[in-house]
């Protein structure tokens, strides 16, 4: 053996005892199972939102976030809790108006963050980010990035935040043919604004960005559930 190869072995030797005195591996990565690069195909799940424009997305974020209520209320069981529930509608909310960047789609928020700005507990907005999963109304992808230990002991990778997304083909999927319905709904809340919007008169001196008011529930019992739904959700992030 060369006095080359033997001085390489050596380093890796020094290396991996050191990995293994500070409780690390090599080559072991502590990240979630699927995660993927954030610079990956499969990562790149942003798209622009509505138009792409503040007013446009805005609006969007109204309609899709009075769809959540009225889903919640719909199909809330006797005796049960509401399937999305008061926290779910709160994270859902911070997320499309205060994360989510209209123009190009991007929405990765850190859990930490989601926390400070709903006032929820991790396991509350972890929760809540599982229930809006699994009703269509978010969906995410697992990522992951290199770390600076390249060829030095210890974790060659480390967790990324989640890039989140949404897919309207998958709103409802809880609630199996009745899902249709919910995409449906939502179709129907973008053609309604889009047709006030045609109709209304362009003012003299239009707001910059100013997005269109969103549109009231027509049903005196449905808009005095929702307002119910609203103050509950407020109490509950205060309590929590």
């Given at each position: 053996?060369?006095?080359a190869s033997?001085a390489?072995?050596?380093?890796?030797?020094i290396?991996d005892a050191?990995?293994?005195?500070?409780?690390k591996?090599?080559?072991a990565?502590?990240?979630?199972?699927?995660?993927?690069d954030v610079d990956s195909?499969?990562?790149d799940?942003?798209r622009?939102?509505?138009?792409g424009?503040k007013?446009?997305?805005?609006?969007?974020?109204d309609?899709?976030l009075?769809?959540?209520k009225?889903?919640?209320?719909?199909h809330?069981?006797k005796?049960e809790?509401s399937?999305?529930?008061?926290?779910?509608?709160?994270v859902?909310?911070?997320?499309l108006?205060?994360f989510?960047?209209?123009k190009?789609?991007?929405?990765?928020?850190?859990?930490?963050a989601?926390?400070k700005?709903?006032a929820l507990?991790?396991n509350?907005?972890?929760d809540a980010l599982?229930?809006?999963r699994e009703h269509g109304f978010l969906d995410?992808v697992?990522r992951?990035?290199?770390?600076?230990?390249?060829?030095?002991?210890?974790?060659?990778?480390m967790?990324a935040?989640?890039?989140?997304h949404?897919d309207?083909?998958r709103?409802?999927r809880?609630?199996?043919?009745?899902?249709k319905a919910?995409?449906?709904?939502?179709?129907?809340?973008r053609?309604?604004?889009?047709?006030?919007?045609a109709k209304a008169?362009?003012p003299?001196?239009?707001?910059p960005?100013a997005?269109?008011a969103?549109e009231?529930?027509?049903?005196?019992?449905l808009?005095?559930?929702l307002k119910?739904?609203e103050a509950?959700?407020?109490?509950r992030?205060?309590?929590?």
């Amino acid at each position: 053996m060369s006095a080359a190869s033997i001085a390489r072995d050596t380093r890796r030797l020094i290396r991996d005892a050191g990995g293994k005195l500070g409780g690390k591996r090599r080559g072991a990565d502590p990240v979630w199972r699927h995660s993927f690069d954030v610079d990956s195909r499969q990562a790149d799940v942003f798209r622009p939102i509505a138009d792409g424009t503040k007013a446009g997305g805005l609006a969007w974020a109204d309609d899709y976030l009075r769809l959540a209520k009225e889903y919640d209320l719909v199909h809330k069981k006797k005796g049960e809790r509401s399937p999305l529930m008061a926290n779910g509608i709160r994270v859902l909310e911070v997320l499309l108006r205060e994360f989510l960047d209209f123009k190009t789609g991007q929405l990765d928020p850190a859990i930490t963050a989601l926390m400070k700005r709903t006032a929820l507990s991790k396991n509350a907005v972890v929760d809540a980010l599982k229930r809006l999963r699994e009703h269509g109304f978010l969906d995410w992808v697992r990522r992951s990035e290199k770390t600076t230990n390249v060829g030095e002991a210890g974790p060659q990778r480390m967790q990324a935040t989640n890039a989140y997304h949404f897919d309207i083909g998958r709103l409802g999927r809880a609630v199996g043919d009745a899902g249709k319905a919910v995409k449906a709904r939502f179709l129907n809340l973008r053609e309604a604004r889009r047709r006030r919007a045609a109709k209304a008169p362009v003012p003299a001196n239009p707001t910059p960005h100013a997005a269109p008011a969103a549109e009231k529930p027509t049903d005196p019992a449905l808009e005095a559930a929702l307002k119910r739904v609203e103050a509950a959700g407020e109490a509950r992030v205060w309590k929590s």
